[in-house]
């Protein structure tokens, strides 16, 4: 259990450009969430996979923002033309399907918009 | 709404005492998770009650959960600069495969 590993860990980019993270869950686990924390607040939640279906995109996600996971392994999250606002920390979690399963967390990509 | 809502906000105690955190929560609910996060990492899974059970205890952690009132506490004992961190709750509905969370409390404690 190598945990779960996000990258980059930074990224600064210019209002504007489109930007993609990666997340690589713990192998075994079938379920995969994308989250987003802003400062002294909670993570909020953006999306959610089962294997490789997309079952859930929170209301948060405009459609600039745009998630797959291609073979039920790693997913990737893009945000295209991004703005200062979208400034945050990405978090990825991964879980089993059993109902009292706790997520996993990575440490998330800090995401800054200039 | 399935977010749980922590207080306090913050919380600072001196190194050795205990800390006590509240969460209370509005749906009926299958299990109740804590996680705590330190500064720029990812959260961590801490504890899990379920809806049948009233305490739960995991070394230094003592979880309560009380479903009549929609609330759960997480008491940290003797505690060490090392627990400084955001703590959160995650009430778990019945159903629902994802975790809503709160603002969390800022845990503070001074050496």
């Known amino acids: 259990d190598t945990g779960v590993s996000q990258n980059p860990r930074h990224k600064i980019t210019k209002r504007g450009q489109n930007v993609t993270f990666r997340c690589d869950p713990i192998?075994?686990?079938?379920?995969l969430y994308w989250y987003r924390q802003t400062l002294g607040q909670g993570p909020e939640f953006l999306t959610y996979?089962?294997?490789?279906?997309?079952?859930?995109k929170s209301r948060l996600l405009s459609d600039r923002f745009s998630a797959e996971r291609p073979k039920g392994s790693f997913s990737t999250l893009e945000i295209q033309r991004t703005e200062q606002g979208d400034s945050a920390m990405y978090l990825c979690?991964?879980?089993?399907?059993?109902?009292?399963?706790?997520?996993?967390f990575g440490n998330g990509t800090r995401l800054t918009v200039t | 709404s399935q977010q749980g809502e922590e207080d306090p906000q913050a919380l600072s105690i001196q190194e050795g005492e205990n800390a006590t955190m509240n969460c209370s929560y509005k749906?009926?609910?299958?299990?109740l998770q804590w996680y705590r996060q330190n500064s720029g990492r990812g959260l961590v899974h801490l504890i899990l009650?379920?809806?049948?059970?009233r305490e739960k205890h995991s070394g230094r952690l003592r979880v309560t959960l009380d479903t009549s009132k929609k609330s759960s506490s997480l008491l940290i004992t003797a505690s060490r600069a090392a627990d400084t961190a955001s703590y959160f709750c995650?009430?778990?509905?019945?159903?629902?495969?994802?975790?809503?969370f709160g603002s969390g409390t800022r845990l503070l404690v001074r050496p």
């Open positions: 979690a991964s879980s089993s399907s059993g109902e009292g399963s706790p997520l996993h």
């Open positions: 192998s075994e686990h079938n379920r």
């Open positions: 996979f089962q294997n490789e279906a997309q079952l859930e």
């Open positions: 749906t009926s609910i299958n299990n």
């Open positions: 009650i379920r809806s049948n059970e």
């Open positions: 995650a009430p778990r509905m019945d159903s629902s495969y994802k975790l809503i």
